[in-house]
């Protein structure tokens, strides 16, 4: 019987080394929920978006603002972000487990915690904070309510961000790991499939250009609806478009694998379990970017780029490029997951094909510049210096360049960088001469963005010799204009003279054309006050507190744009 026992545990152990692993990792009963309600989520860990994967888990709290935030469990407050951007209201978290909880998007903070950070405020008289907090000045214990749900930041409608982080790495981890109660039994969804020739001599249906194929999204045993076989020949990559939906909730988890077999044999493995903040930016490594460009849509390719150092990649065979130089068919099957094990798998064939003589096709001659990634390129023509750093590119580019005449409002000719369905990862410099501008105005000067319709956004610039420098992460087109208009302040229940009583707090909207806000400032009697801004509303509020006082007060707002142009708005108010 003992030997019975002996080889039934070392049986398991073989079988199940993987699960173990994970659950000594991650403990399973440790943390609570960071809400009092069922959690139903509108945003999952690690769904790949524009410009990062998603951090955490967006806990839906039915469109409200104002519900309790408890902490997940016994620790120390060791920070505290406050911003107009962003997560907005943050407070973070550090158990003795060694991991660090984080809840952003918070209305307000609660009891002792918002009296510490709202001192803070005023005693540096700034809204905006970044505040590391010593170990053991804020102490909360599980169950705790620690702040309540908001809408502040970036948030586009009211919810919970939560996060679960390695305490020592500040690796964001998957909170699903971790036991909260939240339950999905529902597979993965497929909903496209798509098909791209990799270079100049790979062909997919005999073209130069990828195919999408729609897929049958039902059960976890999917293929294609197409019931023609695609056609390829020489280097083929693969990508998919998925989501997970966990059961009839509407929640929105997250993708946690990805495989991708051809004819048995592995060439690309993805796991999305935990990555650093420093690597979220390489998600538009992954997506076809010009297609979300063009119409939003998020197909994950299944390739890794040269210069793509995301650390979530497990086993792969020629970064995911499949070369086809035969005459048969050819098995394809992805396998996904979500967190929970569920699993959906797509099935479908593909016919190769020898490749063309050299020619057919033709090697394309390049158009511009070849700007070759993890190298420094620097580029100048007339009027324009642009210098891109070695992480800038993901792959090698033929760069296009080239300049129009100025349209009405620039001082410059507008500058044509390639364009916007090329991703930039890093920031780039990019200086453009200021001879067109008059000496009266250079001190208003910066660089904008010109969209389609010809609208300008501006960047944060400045003056170094007889250039306009900035830095960029987008391609574009770029000119030289100028910002001589100030902020306007526009009172939402403020007047002069007004009686304010019966009222909390006063509302203003503040807005810039150009350059945009750069600063604010709000007195009350001479005194500095706290003024929360919602950069996503333009909202800018203050919260009566002992500042104002009975009778007559004197208020004052000054609003400043990034070139200096300056709005005050002035009023006497009663209480």
């Keep these: 019987m003992k030997n019975l026992i002996l080889i039934s545990a070392l049986i398991l ?78 407070l973070y978290i550090t158990h003795p487990n060694g991991f660090t909880s ?17 001192e803070q405020q005023y005693r540096k008289e700034s809204f905006e904070m970044d505040t590391p907090i010593d170990a053991g000045v804020l102490k909360v214990k599980k169950g ?31 909170p699903m790991l971790f036991g909260l109660p939240f339950r999905d039994s529902a597979p993965p969804k497929i909903y496209n499939v798509r098909i791209y020739p990799f270079d100049e001599n790979s062909m997919v249906n005999f073209t130069g250009f990828p195919v999408t194929l729609a897929v049958n ?51 690309f493995t993805q796991k999305i379990e935990r990555f650093a903040f420093a690597e979220t930016r390489y998600a538009n490594s ?13 197909i994950m390719r299944s390739y890794i780029a040269p210069n793509n150092k995301l650390s979530m990649y497990g086993r792969n065979r020629n970064n995911g490029i499949v070369n086809f130089n035969d005459k048969k068919a050819h098995k394809v099957l992805y396998v996904v997951k979500d967190a ?27 158009k511009g510049t070849l700007l070759a990634c993890g190298k420094i390129n620097h580029v100048s023509a007339e009027g324009i210096v642009f210098d891109l750093s070695a992480d800038a590119l993901y792959e090698d580019l033929d760069f296009i360049y080239y300049s129009s005449a100025a349209v009405h409002g620039s001082y410059s000719s507008i500058h044509h960088l390639q364009n916007e369905t090329v991703p930039i990862h890093s920031n780039c410099s990019l200086s453009i001469k200021t ?44 000119a030289v204009a100028v910002d ?14 007004k009686n304010v009583g019966k009222q909390q707090n006063l509302s203003f909207k503040i807005t810039d054309n150009l350059s945009g806000i750069k600063s604010y400032r709000g007195t009350l009697n001479g005194k500095w006050i706290l003024m929360d801004f919602d950069a996503k509303s333009n909202l800018l509020v203050y919260m009566f507190d002992d500042r104002i006082k009975p009778g007559k007060n004197s208020f004052r707002l000054v609003v400043k744009d990034a070139v200096g142009n300056e709005t005050v708005y002035q009023a006497t108010l009663t209480r």
């Excluded at 992954?286 to 998020?298: A, F, M, S, T, V």
């Design 102 to 118: 984080v809840y952003g998007h918070l209305k307000k903070l609660n009891g002792a915690i918002g009296n510490w950070i709202r």
């Design 217 to 267: 999204a039902s059960g976890t045993e999917c293929k294609v609806s197409s019931k023609d076989t695609v056609k390829v020949s020489g280097n083929i990559i693969f990508g998919i478009q998925a989501l997970d939906f966990s059961n009839d909730t509407g929640s929105r988890d997250g993708i946690t694998s990805i495989e991708l077999f051809v004819d048995t044999v592995c060439y």
């Design 13 to 90: 152990g073989m079988i199940l080394p993987g699960q173990s692993q994970v659950q000594s990792r991650y403990p399973k009963n440790y943390f609570r929920s960071p809400v009092d309600f069922p959690i139903t989520l509108a945003g999952g860990f690690g769904d790949v978006r524009r410009n990062h994967f998603h951090s955490g888990l967006d806990v839906r709290t039915g469109g409200e603002e104002g519900k309790p935030v408890y902490a997940i469990a016994d620790g120390t407050i060791s920070r505290i972000n406050i911003s107009s951007t962003g997560f907005g209201k943050a």
């Design 435 to 478: 001879d067109g501008v008059p000496k009266a105005l250079i001190s208003k000067a910066l660089i904008v963005k010109v969209d389609a319709n010809g609208h300008f956004s501006g960047k944060s610039s400045m003056l170094e010799k007889d250039f306009i420098k900035t830095q960029i992460r987008e391609f574009g087109n770029y």
């Design 484 to 497: 001589t208009t100030p902020p306007v302040i526009k009172p939402v229940n403020v007047g002069q003279n």
């Design 144 to 174: 705790d309510v620690i702040a309540y749900s908001g809408n502040t930041g970036l948030s586009e409608g009211p919810h919970l961000h939560f996060e679960i982080r390695d305490a020592a790495t500040q690796e964001i981890i998957n």
């Design 286 to 298: 992954e997506l076809d970017y010009p297609q979300l460009i063009k119409n939003g849509q998020r």
């Design 340 to 366: 929970f094990g569920n699993t959906t798998r797509l099935t479908f064939w593909v016919k190769s094909h020898l490749p063309f003589p050299v020619g057919i096709r033709g090697n394309r001659t390049p």
